[in-house]
């Protein structure tokens, strides 16, 4: 529900907020997170489900390994909504994180049951 500028709507803040807060709508910032893609997301559900059923011994030997851009001073202003707490985690209630200029660090990890590399 959106109520703008240029509705004729008018109504006292305090009054907005009690009727939000009688149904548990509170004021959250949205969650940063990658833009994951559709595709991306079907392809990641597709690898747990391979790889659900099996024990931490099939996984003796195997190093996961990740990368991770650190940006200082990106977006510094977070992006506030209104929702339920059931709510505050949907896909449109989240704040895409780009890529873009600044300040950056590559970090580079990988890791395994008795070996860890940085």
């Keep these: 529900m959106c109520v703008n500028a240029k509705s004729s709507f008018f109504a006292d803040v305090a009054t907005v907020k009690r009727a939000l807060a009688s149904v548990d709508i509170k004021k959250w910032r949205a969650r940063k997170r990658v833009l994951l893609r559709d595709e991306h997301a079907v392809k990641r559900l597709a690898w747990v489900m391979e790889y659900k059923d099996l024990t931490k011994e099939d996984f ?15 977006e510094p202003k977070g992006t506030w909504g209104f929702r339920t ?34």
């Design 60 to 74: 003796e030997g195997v190093i996961f390994s990740d990368e991770c851009m650190v940006e200082k001073f990106k």
């Design 85 to 118: 707490r059931e709510e505050k985690l949907h896909k449109d209630c989240l704040h895409g994180v780009t890529k873009g200029p600044g300040i950056k660090l590559m970090v580079w990890v990988a890791f395994g049951e008795e070996t860890r590399v940085l």
